[in-house]
């Protein structure tokens, strides 16, 4: 009896999966020139607010009103997911980039799946041994990254602050914790839908912070790049990096998606050495490395052994 393989995946699903990588890839370089003229926490909020409308335009527009309808659990868990990932994951890493060199802020991101795989072991699941040591080596590298502290290398925006890997892992725990609550939680049929909701919360909760900060940006002193770099954000990524991973996600395996956890960073750095012309010290390059072997062992531990299992595994 022949099996009949697998269809390849379209070529459109590959230059999909390239957005991503380059479009998410591409954020802390682009928070870099917004928060040198734009308080970081009003440049996120107003980004948050107009990318998550437009989106729900876009939405209403194809999948009309129906694709808003979720019960008040399934609001609760888009409210909550809003709060921990564009709020509390994008809003801090922002604010410490005004103290973290971009590529270093996005090394220190890339452990986001570490942190999910011990979000995991405490809540009851047991990770695979292979996943444990590369958990086991993330920690290592990211010691080495702490260990070198923000001022190894070049400045950041502002120069640098002791502090400012710490808030960029408290980030990511952030991350971390609302992607696994979306994945445990009721959450709304529509991905399109949840993200937009998702944007317009964090957004909302975003600006009433800059106002408890006391932000009065003055629109009129800033400059052309941090304007295009708002721009960019709030539109093109907040628009196509999220439909490029929700195609790529529906075409592509989900363990071959799931590959921009440590592409994502190696675009980071490279965009901040060619264009704003960081520099990293040797720790850090070491610690870096570390860290994104150590996603690497994770992903490869957690792939699924077939198909049929990935398929289950993009539904969670």
């Known amino acids: ?166 808030l960029v892992l408290l980030a990511g725990l952030g991350w971390a914790t609302g992607t696994f609550a979306t994945t445990r939680l009721p959450a709304p049929a529509n991905p399109f839908a949840l993200a937009a909701v998702q944007m317009l919360v964090g957004g909302v909760i975003l600006m009433g912070g800059s106002l408890a900060a006391g932000d009065r940006p003055d629109l009129s002193a800033v400059g052309p790049s941090a304007w295009w770099a708002w721009a960019y954000m709030a539109v093109v990524v907040s628009l196509g990096a999220f439909s490029a991973y929700a195609f790529a996600l529906a075409s592509l395996p989900v363990s071959t998606v799931a590959t921009y956890a440590y592409v994502n960073p190696v675009i980071a750095v490279l965009l901040g050495v060619l264009v704003a012309g960081e520099r990293f010290s040797a720790t850090q390059l070491a610690g870096g490395g570390v860290v994104l072997l150590a996603v690497v062992l994770v992903i490869a531990a957690e792939r699924p052994r077939n198909r049929r299992t990935e398929l289950a595994a993009s539904r969670l």
């Open 1 to 166: 009896m022949e099996v009949a393989a697998a269809p390849r995946p379209p070529a459109i699903a590959w230059v999909a999966l390239g957005v991503v990588y380059v479009l998410w890839g591409s954020t802390y370089l682009a928070n870099r020139y917004i928060i040198t003229d734009v308080p970081p926490l009003f440049a996120s909020g107003a980004r948050f607010l107009v990318g998550g409308a437009l989106l729900a335009v876009v939405v209403l527009a194809v999948a009309g009103r129906r694709a808003f309808a979720m019960t008040w659990a399934q609001f609760g868990t888009t409210a909550l997911s809003g709060l921990l990932l564009p709020a509390w994951g994008n809003g801090l890493v922002t604010v410490a980039q005004q103290h973290v060199a971009s590529g270093l802020a996005a090394l220190l991101i890339a452990s986001v799946p570490l942190h999910i795989v011990l979000l995991r072991a405490v809540t009851g699941d047991r990770p695979r041994r292979a996943t444990l040591v590369g958990v086991g080596v993330g920690v290592a590298g990211l010691a080495l990254l702490l260990l070198a502290g923000a001022s190894g290398g070049s400045g950041a925006v502002f120069g640098n602050a002791w502090w400012g890997p710490w």
